[in-house]
């Protein structure tokens, strides 16, 4: 039972974090992604003003667009982060909804307009080598299909 309540304070925790953090850029996530995808010597920019969706990591030239989703906030499935808050839930799920909604939207648009898109989850970022190793194949399949132009 201590453990169980220890579990739901983290989480607690880790929620109102997430919270904190909506829209705001430069989160930690996304400085490990940045700093992961630097050491692979790939060339990005930062928040691109006119690019569906406001990807976090984009380069125009190679076409690819990188998204860091907080596991919360874009609701990762079956994530341990991402579930709901007990109370206010009429609140939230309309809410994080719409939020899954538009990130579909945007990454099929995206797609249908020849950029290839990754999506790196916030704990998916816990395992760094993991997350290396995505962004490495993610690259390989982007350059890849460039080079065949
Ligand atoms: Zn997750």
């Given at each position: 039972?201590?453990?169980?309540?220890?579990?739901?304070?983290?989480?607690?925790?880790?929620?109102s974090?997430?919270?904190?953090?909506?829209?705001s850029r430069?989160t930690?996530?996304?400085?490990?992604?940045?700093?992961?995808?630097?050491?692979l010597g790939?060339?990005?920019?930062?928040?691109p003003?006119?690019?569906?969706?406001?990807?976090?990591i984009i380069?125009?030239?190679?076409?690819?667009?990188?998204f860091?989703?907080?596991c919360?906030?874009h609701?990762?499935?079956?994530c341990?982060?991402?579930h709901?808050?007990?109370?206010?839930?009429?609140?939230?799920?309309?809410?994080?909804?719409r939020?899954?909604?538009?990130?579909?939207?945007n990454?099929?648009?995206?797609?249908?307009?020849?950029?290839?898109?990754?999506i790196?989850?916030?704990?998916?970022?816990h395992?760094?080598?993991?997350?290396?190793?995505?962004?490495?194949?993610?690259f390989?399949?982007?350059?890849?299909v460039r080079?065949?132009?």
């Open positions: 039972m201590a453990a169980k309540n220890k579990m739901d304070k983290i989480s607690r925790i880790t929620r974090e997430n919270m904190r953090r909506i829209h430069h930690k996530p996304e400085l490990i992604t940045r700093k992961l995808v630097s050491q790939i060339k990005y920019r930062l928040h003003k006119n690019i569906l969706g406001s990807p976090d380069n125009r030239k190679h076409k690819f667009a990188i860091v989703h907080g919360f906030w609701q990762h499935t079956k341990k982060y991402c709901l808050p007990k109370s206010r839930k009429s609140y939230w799920t309309p809410k994080l909804r939020n899954v909604q538009r990130d579909k939207r990454v099929a648009l995206l797609k249908k307009n020849g950029w290839n898109v990754l790196i989850w916030e704990c998916q970022l395992k760094p080598l993991k997350a290396k190793s995505r962004l490495t194949r993610f390989k399949m982007v350059y890849a080079n065949k132009h």
